[in-house]
């Protein structure tokens, strides 16, 4: 299985998208008149030093993303099993996946980089070297209820997100626990409590578009699982504000089988979180579900080997179904999933993935 990862803000620099715009003029034009700048000029030249303001970033880096993918489908003839992106990078994996028009997804992010470039000002830090577990212990014991974890990027490298005097206080209790501590060069406190205004207004704008039925799974930022089709402008609003699993849902793929991943777009950040979470993974071990096991042993080896929306059989009933929902423990004792279409459970012993 191929997946297909789109980077998120950070990966722009000066010159991105070379040879892309020429090889796709149209959709080249059709930015610049949603935007009212010249998207190539600012990619490559950047004559007013605006690509790395939040406003001007994402679009760009959404133009140069979905042009790179565009490029790889044309080279290979093929489309991905999966895709995702990291933060921004989340509209182009919607966009690839037939979710969103190029030109609606150009909207979208360019009103969310506007929100979230008028936010309150605050920090961002990378922590290196310690589990997204241990920052939150770490944070929670020296006070710092302040700070909202941001990202999930790797077993060992978390991003933490707050006010600007607060990340900085919070640099000494790091360094005394021997982690490394990085400031990074942002301008708001993004994925935090922080851009609640942005997302309430996003929430609204989200209002005046609609989302065609995904024709490849895209694994969410907010729950690190397929998204379900009902749920994408709530899940778009929520990852303003919510911190983005990374790791979690790097993990969800690798539990489905052999799973290829290409970068799409601008650098190789993904692609070197991921060989840091491979290192860290333990070979999963694959077992047939059994009688015996409890009903959240059943769950929980349903849930790390079937997205939502896996076509499944079910004993007694003739027609294909798709599941709804992850696999749960019903009444404390039922493993059971929701089929969407047939809108009830069914118990898990009596499902059979197609």
Request: proline share 3%; with cysteine; hydrophobic share 35%.
């Amino acid at each position: 299985m191929i997946t297909y990862m789109f980077p998120g803000q950070g990966s722009q620099i000066r010159g991105m998208g070379e040879n892309l715009f020429s090889k796709f003029p149209d959709l080249t034009q059709k930015a610049d008149s949603i935007l009212g700048y010249s998207i190539e000029d600012i990619c490559l030249n950047d004559p007013q030093k605006e690509l790395n303001q939040t406003q001007f970033t994402q679009p760009a880096l959404y133009v140069v993303n979905a042009l790179s993918y565009r490029s790889k489908i044309q080279e290979t003839g093929k489309k991905p099993d999966f895709v995702l992106g990291h933060s921004l990078g989340e509209y182009n994996a919607l966009e690839a996946s037939g979710g969103v028009s190029f030109e609606d997804g150009l909207k979208l992010v360019q009103q969310r980089g506007a929100l979230m470039s008028q936010a309150p000002k605050g920090a961002m830090a990378a922590v290196i070297g310690a589990t997204g577990e241990q920052v939150e212990k770490l944070l929670k014991k020296s006070g710092f209820d302040t700070i909202d974890v941001a990202n999930f990027n790797s077993p060992e490298q978390v991003v933490i997100s707050g006010l600007k005097e607060d990340i900085a206080k919070a640099s000494e209790s790091f360094q005394e626990d021997g982690i490394r501590y990085v400031i990074l060069n942002t301008s708001g406190a993004f994925h935090s409590r922080y851009m609640e205004s942005s997302k309430v207004q996003f929430e609204e704008f989200l209002k005046s578009f609609s989302f065609s039925k995904l024709q490849i799974p895209v694994i969410s930022n907010v729950t690190a699982r397929p998204y379900i089709q009902s749920e994408i402008a709530e899940n778009l609003a929520k990852q303003i504000t919510h911190s983005i699993k990374w790791t979690e849902s790097i993990r969800y793929l690798l539990a489905q089988g052999d799973v290829e991943f290409q970068e799409m777009g601008v650098g190789t950040v993904l692609t070197k979180l991921i060989t840091y979470i491979k290192a860290k993974e333990k070979p999963l071990e694959i077992k047939k579900v059994s009688d015996n096991w409890t009903a959240q042993e059943k769950v929980d080896q349903w849930n790390s080997t079937h997205a939502i929306g896996s076509n499944v059989s079910v004993d007694g009933y003739e027609n294909q179904l798709e599941t709804r929902t992850e696999a749960m423990v019903l009444f404390g004792h039922r493993a059971a999933i929701y089929m969407k279409g047939y809108n009830g459970y069914f118990a898990l012993d009596e499902v059979t993935a197609i």
